[in-house]
C-alpha cells in the first residue's frame, strides 16, 4: 500500500513529463483505484478525448495497464476494460539515468542508445528503432545492426516483449496449498496476489516469449502461441511480423540488477572484498532463475558450484576453498544452515541492515547522540523496554530520556504503551517504549517521498527563478563578472539538488522495490 | 570531575559509638536519628520522617539542623525525586538507588566522566585491532588514567553504549588474524571508527538533506507556509 506521499511524488513525475490533464488521470486512478473509461470521465469532468489520450499516452509510457474483469458472471456481456495505474513503473521514471549506466557498463555505445528510445517513447517497434537510429544521420543505420543490438540488451534481458493489450483477469482466488515435507496434510496458506499483481502477471508473456526476438511467437489475443500458423508464414512475413511486436524496456531486470548491486557493496563495506566476490558469483549465476526480485535467500547452490563461478571472476581466481568457505560463513551460511549440501545466502537480512543503518542515520542527526544510542537499543532488541531502563542501559539521564523518546514516538518513529501502575495511595504511569519495524519503515519510506518531491519542486524552482541566466548565450557567460558569477552559482545548486536526488532514490528503491 | 579526585565509593567511614551519640540528643532528636540509622544507606525524606515520627515540622526542621551540625547525619540527592530533602546517617554512603549509580554524581549524571572513559576505551580497542572486556578492564586499572578504579559493571556499560554509538562492533573470535590472540567463540571488539574516534559522522541519503533533518517535515506541504519553496533550511542548503 503506497502511503500519499508516494503518490503525490509519483504525480509529479507524471505532472512534469506529461502534463495537468494526463496527470489528472492518473490521480483518479490513485485515488479511487481501477476505473473503466466512463468512470474515468465523470471523475475527471474531462472530455472523451482528453481522457482517452492521457490514457493512450500512459499506456504507451507503461504507467498504466488495461485489462478485462471477468466475474464469471454469464449475464454481464458488456465487457468493460479496466486502468489500472502502475505506481512502480511511474516511480521508475526517476532512475532512468541509472538504467541507462547500468547497460553503458554492461553492453555498448548502441544499447544503450536503444534503451534510450524505449525510455524516452515507451515502447518501439524494430522499425522505429531503426528509424530512430538514422535520424540525423547521413547513411541509415541498416535493420541487421539495430537487430544485434536488439538481441543483445534480450539476452541481457533488459528490453522485454510488451505486454498482452487487454489481459483477462478473475475475481476470483485460489487458496494454494503446499504439503510440507514429514508433515500430515498440512496446509500453508499463502497471501493472496493483490489484484495488482494479478494483472500484472496475466499480461506478461512466459520468459520463453517474453525475451525471444524471432516472429514465430507472436501471441494471439488469449495469449497462446500461433503454432499452428507459423510455418506457413513466408520469410518476408516473418520478418514483417517480427517488424510489429512492440518492445519495451524491463524494469524488473534494471531493478534486479540495482539491488544485487547494493547487496554486494553492503557486503563489501561490512566485510571484506573477498566476501563480496563470492556473493557477486552467486547473484551472477543464479539471476536468471531468481523467482522475483524481492527474493529473500539466494537460490541454493552447491559449493562445488559457488566455488567454480568465483573462479570465473578476476578477484575470485585468487580465493581458494577455505576462503570462500569462509566467506560463505560470513555470509550466515553456517554449517547448521546448510541443507542438503546447498548453500543459500540470507539477503533479506543484508538488506534490512542497509535499511536499518539508513533510518540511524536519520534519528542521529535529527535528534542527536543520546536519541540515536536509544533508538538502537530498542532497534536491535525485540521486545518493550521501559524508560528507566533504557536511560541505564543508554547513559542518559531518565527524564532526557522520555523527553527524547516522546519526540520519536510524535514522529512515529516508536511505538508506545502505557501500563498504570500505583504504589500506595498514588498511580502513575510507567512508559514502554519499542521499534515495530514495518511500520517504521512504512513512515521512512513516505518522508523520503516527501523529500523527494520537495527536491524536485525545488528544481523546478530555481529553474523557473532563473530563466533569465539559463537562456544566455554561452559566450556571454564566458565572460568574468555578475552574470558568470550566478551561472555558476546556479550550475552548483543544480549539481547539489540533482545529485541529492539521485542519491535519494538509491534509499528509495532500498526501502519499497528491494 | 569528583571521580577523578579520589572520592570514591570504596572509602568508607567507621561506624560511630550509638552510646555517645544518644547521650547528647534530645529525645525529639533521638527519635529522628535512629529513624534516619535505620534507613541505612536508602535514607529517608523529610515528609516520611514527619509520618512516622508524628513530630510537628518545626521540630523536625529544628532536630534536622541540630543533628546535621553534630554531624550525625548528612543531605543526600535522590535521584528518585532530586527536588526533596533526603538525610542519611553520616558513616553510610548513600545506595546506587539513591545516587543513580555509579555515573552520578550530586544527582547529575556526570557525563564527562563517561565520555572520557569511553574515548581511552575506543583508543585502546583501536590500537589493539580487537579487545575483549577483560581487556579492557585490565588495561583500565594498569593505566593510570583514572583516579578511582573502574568496576566491571561499569566497563560493561561503557562497551554497551560504545556499541549502541556504533564505534565499536561486538564480534566473536575466529581465531584467525586478528583475532589469533582470543580464544575462539569469545566476544569481543573491534573498532568501526576509523580513527579511533568516537561519532564518526555517517550520513545516509536522506539525513544528508535539510529534509531528512528538519523537525518540522510533518507540517511542510507543496504549497503551504511551510513549503520547499520557502525553507529557510533550503535557502542556507543552497547559499553558494
Known sequence: MVQQYGIKFALHLINKHFG????????????????????????????????????????????????????????????????????????????????????????????????????????????????????GKENTVTTKVVRESLCKLLTARFVERCPAREPVVSTSFKETTIRKRGV?????????????????????????IRFSLTADTVLNVDGEKKSDDVQMNSVEENVVEEEQILWRANFEEFIRHLRHKVLIENVRSQHDDGTATVLSAVLEATKTVEKNV??????????????????????????????????????????????????????????????????????????????????????????????????????????KALKFLTQLWNDNYLHMETVPVVTGRRSSDIFWWKVNQPLLWINVLDEMYHAALNLSIKMADEQKKNEEVLNVPKHKLKEPGPLQKEYKRLLNVWLLLGSSLMKLDDALMLFHDF | MTHLQGSSSSLKRKRQDLAIVSESLTDAERVLYNLIHSKKDMGIWTGDMKRETNLPDSIVKKCLKLLQSKNLIKDVVNIQNKGRKHYMAAEFEPSKEITG????????????????????????????????????????RKSGVFRVEVTTQQI??????????????????????????VPVGRICYICKSKGGIRGEQKSGAMASIPCGVCPRINSCTPDGIISPRTCVYYQKWLDF
Open chain 1, 20 to 135: 495537468n490533464v494526463v496527470s489528472k488521470v492518473c490521480e483518479n486512478l490513485f485515488r479511487r483505484g481501477l476505473l473503466t473509461l466512463d468512470q474515468l470521465i465523470q471523475y475527471t469532468q474531462l472530455t472523451k478525448d482528453q481522457v482517452k489520450n492521457s490514457l493512450l499516452v500512459l499506456i504507451q509510457h507503461n504507467c498504466v495497464q488495461p485489462f478485462l474483469l471477468d466475474d464469471d458472471d454469464v449475464n454481464n456481456l458488456k465487457v468493460r476494460t479496466q486502468y489500472l495505474a502502475l505506481f512502480d513503473n511511474i516511480v521508475h521514471r526517476l532512475r532512468f539515468p541509472k538504467f541507462l549506466e547500468t547497460v553503458l557498463l554492461r553492453l555498448d555505445e548502441e544499447c544503450v542508445d536503444i534503451l534510450d528510445g524505449l525510455l524516452r517513447d515507451g515502447r518501439l517497434t524494430l522499425k522505429q528503432m531503426v528509424d530512430r537510429a538514422s535520424q
Open chain 1, 184 to 208: 500430515k496434510s498440512a496446509k500453508i496458506f499463502e497471501t493472496p496476489k493483490t489484484l495488482e499483481q494479478r494483472v500484472l502477471e496475466a499480461a506478461m508473456p512466459g520468459d520463453a
Open chain 1, 294 to 399: 524481492k527474493m529473500e535467500n539466494s537460490v541454493p547452490l552447491s559449493l562445488d558450484t559457488i566455488t567454480t563461478e568465483v573462479m570465473k571472476t578476476d578477484t575470485g581466481r585468487a580465493l581458494t576453498i577455505d576462503r570462500i568457505k569462509a566467506s560463505l560463513s560470513q555470509l550466515g551460511c553456517s554449517s547448521s544452515s546448510v541443507v542438503d549440501d546447498l548453500y543459500s545466502i540470507d539477503l533479506k537480512k543484508i538488506i534490512e541492515q542497509a535499511r536499518n543503518e539508513d533510518v540511524e542515520s536519520i534519528v542521529l542527526k535529527r535528534y542527536g547522540n543520546d536519541a540515536y544510542r536509544m533508538f538502537r537499543l530498542l532497534s536491535k532488541g525485540s521486545s518493550f523496554l521501559d524508560t528507566d531502563k533504557i536511560a541505564a542501559c543508554t547513559l542518559v539521564e531518565s527524564k
Open chain 2, 101 to 140: 549509580g555509579d555515573w552520578y554524581n550530586q544527582g547529575r549524571l556526570d557525563t564527562e566522566f563517561i565520555n572520557l572513559v569511553k574515548d581511552v576505551c575506543l583508543k585502546y580497542i583501536f590500537r589493539q585491532k580487537v579487545a575483549t572486556r577483560d581487556g579492557v578492564l585490565e588495561w583500565s
Open chain 2, 156 to 181: 560493561d556499560e561503557i562497551l554497551r553504549a560504545l556499541v549502541l554509538d556504533d564505534d565499536i562492533v561486538e564480534v566473536k573470535s575466529t581465531g584467525f588474524g586478528d583475532f589469533s590472540s
